[in-house]
């Protein structure tokens, strides 16, 4: 069924007076607009407006707010004005809408016989309109029905808080009569904004180009014209975007996040507090719907290079070998890098194929980084570099033969090395746990795995390594690390035994 507009429109005259009516379609009622767009789907909207008042209490609308307006954040400012009340009518005028409202009103169908192409006039009580039209003509009951026959409906009016723009409304109380400039300020939610990165990965040469892009997104149910534009970043966000198998046993941790080390340099970007600032150079029309990008970093032959990362859950092991995760590692630093704080946005990686085509290699996001930073990019995971590992033996130990280790070492929190003393732990069982991680390349080139074991502590920071066949590092107490050398198209075979409290 086909609802529409009525041929002509009744509207009552207001109680106060009211100036500046409604531009036409196809203008805005916009003045000087300044949109500031936060990360976390808020943005804080200045609409400068040069408005003509008359003198005392006066309704003053203004079309073309956001429909997502957070009424309780509106102010305006203007010379001799105060604000009395404010209302805003979220309610848009369409078919559903103006049919919606006409419960208890008396509508016009008009229907046209397909034959003839006559057509017949019948005035109808809207009795309700929940999933269905049910109208009272005469002395019978109608429902209409969306059967493809010929019907229109006329209204006769628009009903009062139907409006065919979203409108804010407000009284206030004028010193004088005449023309001034106010702004309208709010927050809204609806615009959002993040960084997309194509980074162009030559492994060759080591190196990469990086292209960055600002995307912003406006469902917020207006269009801003010509606006000027700032986008605001500090709000921490990221994640993982590969997909981790679980193995039997304690399921398999995550890889490690982007950021490996926080950078200590200071971008040349304008900060407010302790956030970036990002305007565009331009004015630029945000329409409703819309996705719209702008350049804002672009890089060219940054250092660069490939790493495999492998993450063991404690007690973790596999049937069969797994996939290690490709990395790809550099810099944000001035010097040897990107040369920028970077807000957060999902990097995607391409490299070149033999015929000299870039071809996507996978993708990641990063959260907001400072310039001076180093990233460890999961891209993906290898297809011929794969890990194995498997618990050997596990058996309990006493407290004597704990007491023995040669290798009698506590790990503490803060990064100290202590023995344990005295006789409070020789009630408990302790646990030697032997791990064997099998390494597999078939590259024609050797690579060299970072394998971590995690989850060494829970709880208990005094987890220590009693054997290994090659040197680890201790990157915390819950994990320790081993770069593993893999020959081409060969096994590497790692060896670990620990003693643990649990």
Same mark, same amino acid.
């Given at each position: ?49 040069? !408005? ?16 997502? %307006? ?12 105060? %604000? ?15 049919? /919606? ?34 109208? /009272? %003509? ?16 006329? #209204? ?34 609806? !615009? ?19 292209? +960055? ?47 490996? /080390? ?14 970036? !600032? ?7 029309? %945000? ?8 350049? #804002? ?41 990107? +040369? ?26 990063? +959260? ?27 058996? *309990? ?22 023995? *344990? ?31 971590? /074991? ?49």
């Amino acid at each position: 069924m086909r609802y529409l507009l009525p041929l002509c429109v009744l509207i009552a005259a207001p109680a106060l007076a009211q100036d500046n009516a409604i531009p036409p379609p196809g203008t805005s009622a916009q003045g000087d607009v300044s949109v500031t767009i936060y990360n976390n789907d808020l943005a804080l909207v200045q609409d400068q407006r040069q !408005l003509s008042f008359g003198r005392g209490r006066v309704r003053q609308e203004f079309p073309d707010v956001s429909a997502q %307006i957070r009424p309780e954040t509106v102010t305006l400012v203007g010379d001799g004005i105060g %604000i009395v009340e404010q209302n805003f009518d979220f309610d848009l005028l369409s078919p559903q809408a103006l049919i /919606q409202k006409a419960v208890g009103e008396t509508i016009t169908l008009v229907r046209t016989n397909p034959a003839t192409g006559q057509e017949t006039r019948e005035r109808a009580l809207v009795l309700a309109a929940n999933g269905g039209v049910v109208l /009272q %003509i005469g002395e019978r009951i109608e429902v209409l029905r969306d059967d493809g026959l010929p019907v229109r409906v006329i #209204f006769d009016r628009v009903p009062e808080n139907l409006r065919a723009r979203p409108t804010l409304s407000v009284t206030v109380e004028s010193a004088r009569a005449g023309p001034r400039p106010v702004t309208l300020t709010y927050l809204t939610t609806g !615009l959002g904004w993040a960084a997309d990165y194509v980074a162009l990965f030559d492994e060759a040469n080591g190196r990469m180009d990086v292209q +960055g892009w600002i995307t912003l997104t406006n469902n917020s149910g207006t269009e801003y014209r010509a606006a000027e534009t700032l986008l605001v970043a500090g709000a921490v966000s990221g994640g993982d975007g590969v997909d981790y198998r679980t193995m039997r046993g304690r399921p398999q941790p995550p890889s490690r996040p982007p950021l490996r /080390q926080a950078g200590t340099e200071t971008s040349n970007r304008e900060r407010i507090g302790d956030f970036y !600032l990002y305007p565009l150079p331009e004015r630029t029309t %945000i329409a409703n719907r819309q996705t719209k990008q702008v350049s #804002f970093l672009d890089v060219n032959g940054a250092p660069a290079q490939r790493a495999y990362e492998y993450r063991n859950g404690w007690l973790g092991t596999a049937d069969e070998p797994q996939n290690v995760s490709t990395v790809l590692r550099f810099s944000s630093s001035r010097e040897q890098g990107l +040369g920028d704080a970077l807000p957060a946005g999902t990097i995607r990686v391409y490299q070149r194929d033999a015929r000299g085509n870039p071809q996507f290699v996978g993708e990641n996001r990063i +959260g907001h980084t400072p310039m001076g930073s180093e990233i460890g990019l999961a891209t993906g995971q290898a297809f011929d570099v794969k890990v194995q590992p498997t618990v050997v033996e596990r058996r *309990a130990v006493t407290y004597q033969e704990w007491q023995n280790t040669s290798r009698f070492r506590i790990f503490n929190p803060d990064g100290t090395v202590t023995r *344990a003393e005295g006789d409070s732990l020789r009630e408990r069982t302790f646990w030697q746990t032997r791990m064997r991680y099998t390494l597999t390349n078939a590259r024609p080139e050797p690579v060299t795995v970072i394998v971590t /074991q995690d989850g060494l502590d829970y709880g208990w920071p005094d987890t220590r390594i009693v054997s290994e066949t090659l040197p680890s590092v201790r990157e915390s107490s819950r994990a320790a690390t081993w770069s593993v050398p893999v020959p081409a198209n060969g096994t590497t075979t790692l060896e670990v035994t620990f003693q643990t409290r649990h």
